[in-house]
């Protein structure tokens, strides 16, 4: 029996899929993260502006806010697998795209917020279908928690490595060399993609709804379940307040701690190595009993980290923050991503993951447009502490109604059998 079998902390990987695309998504990842650091640092090169590097990721993310919840309602009962694919395919060709307009010297700003919104556009199909897929690759629901937490460790160690990478690519060759290797990476998702096999048949034979009447009937099932309105309701508002902080780095990097590119990597491979550390965690955790309790301190947690950062101007006080906040971060992040999981209907799973992306994903690129505006005109300093005070005194809102949310939860974990 292989060691993966044995292991708490690797249970995920007794199936096959998870492990074939856990394997592709290592490189792919590894290529976005190196993408996100050289975007962010070509934007405020080129510009020089907060607001605009705001405006960038602002474009990246609207449109799974726009379009989150119809995607999800879409999604019921079509082919996951090809529909991630068509995504992964645009993405390559958005990364290649940004490639040639780099390399050859020619790249604006517009350029940039014109891709930005297709690759925004490809992501609120993608994420979605992602999350809904994810069940499919865990064939035991009981090993669920687990993937999903291996997938945020996967995440987080891409972001450890990606941004180093990054910043030393970008000081020796420049931005340009950091797409292209990002369009090259997609292949390995695309062939692991490719090679899995499924017992059960990825398009399912239901009535489909309409796609209005499917996100409303989602929009009705949430409303009317405390643990999951208050979860999706509590990380909506971390995504917007907290989550941004990401966007205004390249200002603390230059602007605060007086460093270039490479003290970019550095701190984003700081949170990385944080957030590594919190999915580590949560992956060998074997119930779902106490994770709201997690969410709650992990959110104060985050706030205060993240209030303590923006304070600081000590470049080795401030990669200890950054690791910090990374932990608390995807704590808060994965911990309710593994409640709505496991407490949603599975006839509903599509159309309330859609909700989860879109109010821990899609509210962020409005977050990040208010904090580019924000630091502008009061610092981007005075713009972190602010967002950091909010999301403490959310997480005492949530941990102050945590054992009325678990007496409602309690009932939905034994009929399914995961205590």
Partial sequence: MPDWEKSTLFRAFRHRNFRLFYMGQIVSLSGLWMQRVAMNWLVYRITGSPL??????????????LFGSFTGAFLEGRNLRRIIMICQTISMLHALTLAV?????????????ILAAVIGISDSFEVPARQGFTIRLV?????????????????????LVGPSIAGMVIAVVGEGICFLMNGMAYSATLTALFLMRFRKPLVTDQVRKSVLEGMKEGVRYVASFLPLRNYLGAIALVSFF?????????????????????????????TGLGALAGSVRLALRKSPVGLGRIMAVSCILLGFSMAAFSLSRMFSLSLVLMACLGFFMVSTLVSCNTLVQT????DKRNRVM???????????????LNAGWLATHIGA???LFAGGT????????????WPSMWALSEPVYRRKNLL
């Fill in 52 to 65: 605009l590097l705001g405006t960038v990721d602002f474009m990246t993310q609207i449109p799974v806010l």
């Fill in 101 to 113: 307009l780099t390399l050859s010297g020619v790249v604006e700003y517009w350029h940039i917020l």
């Fill in 139 to 159: 064939e035991d629901e009981k090993d669920l928690g687990n993937g999903i937490a291996l997938t945020s460790t996967l995440f987080n160690v891409t972001r």
């Fill in 242 to 270: 907290a989550f941004p902080y990401m966007v205004l780095l390249p200002v603390f990097a230059r602007e605060i701690l007086g460093g270039g590119p490479r003290t970019l990597g550095f701190l984003m491979g700081a």
């Fill in 343 to 346: 407490l949603v209907d599975e």
């Fill in 354 to 368: 859609s909700l989860f992306i879109v109010c821990a994903m899609g509210i962020t690129p409005i977050g990040s």
């Fill in 381 to 383: 300093p005075a713009t």
């Fill in 390 to 401: 909010i999301s403490l005194g959310i997480g005492l809102l949530l941990l102050r109604a």
